[in-house]
């Protein structure tokens, strides 16, 4: 069975902090995203990876920056958080190109982050 | 520009009964269709998915159904159980050349609640 783990399920910052989500994938997955969902606006990707050191942004990237040093980890950063940054956080990967089973993502249980 | 849309925010069905969940999509470059289950606190699973190729395809109790002409999708469950109470999400992928990889675009997603 695939696995994506995140570092924590639950985390609590101040305004201004700079965030560190981590996510880390067993399955040698080519690629890895970060999304965030809030209620009534669903999921919306924020950045995603294809490779190592590769990145590229998604649809709201604004505030917030990745790192992929290794292939099975992708880091999530929020520069300097702020309140409008408040919400779930999920992490997820899947096979690289054509190959069967290359559009099914398989994701984290997601961390909720607060910032006061 | 929302290119998934599914303009049902919550669904109630009894038990026993059948479910349908309904999505539309705009982009006619989509070339596969997925579901995903959501439960509170925990990251979306994988449901059943459907090739643009194809107009049906069937796992179980869950069928999802694919009108190309219409740019239609949707998830029927039968018979329904108190189980399958979750926010369901409604995707759509599109191959990205530059990054080699398959990007999904989500709904917002559809509360079902199956009433015992």
């Known amino acids: 069975d695939v696995k994506v783990t995140q570092s924590s399920r639950y985390l609590v910052k101040r305004t201004g902090e700079k965030v560190f989500l981590e996510c880390v994938q067993d399955?040698?997955?080519?690629?890895m995203f970060w999304y965030r969902q809030d209620p009534g606006l669903g999921l919306r990707l924020i950045y995603f990876?294809?490779?190592?050191?590769?990145?590229e942004k998604g649809d709201i990237p604004e505030g917030y920056s990745v790192s992929r040093e290794k292939k099975e980890r992708f880091s999530l950063i929020l520069e300097s958080a702020s309140t409008n940054q408040t919400s779930m956080y999920l992490c997820?990967?899947?096979?690289?190109?054509?190959?069967?089973?290359?559009?099914?993502?398989?994701f984290g249980p997601g961390t909720r982050l607060t910032v006061t | 520009d929302q290119q998934v849309k599914q303009n049902s925010p919550s669904l109630s069905v009894q038990e026993g009964r059948i479910s349908i969940l309904n999505c539309d999509y705009t982009?006619?470059?989509?070339?596969?269709f997925l579901w995903y289950k959501k439960y509170p606190a925990e990251g979306p699973t994988f449901l059943i998915s459907i090739s643009s190729i194809k107009d049906k395809n069937e796992d179980g109790r869950f069928t999802v159904f694919l009108n190309k002409s219409a740019k239609h999708l949707s998830l029927h469950i039968v018979p329904s159980q108190p189980g399958d109470s979750a926010v369901y999400f409604c995707?759509?992928?599109?191959?990205?050349?530059?990054?080699?990889?398959?990007?999904?675009?989500f709904g917002k997603g559809t509360k079902l609640s199956v009433i015992p």
């Open positions: 990876s294809y490779d190592v050191k590769m990145k």
């Open positions: 982009n006619s470059m989509f070339d596969y």
């Open positions: 997820a990967s899947s096979n690289a190109g054509l190959a069967g089973g290359a559009y099914e993502q398989y």
């Open positions: 995707a759509a992928s599109a191959y990205r050349s530059g990054a080699g990889s398959y990007q999904l675009t």
């Open positions: 399955m040698d997955h080519e690629n």
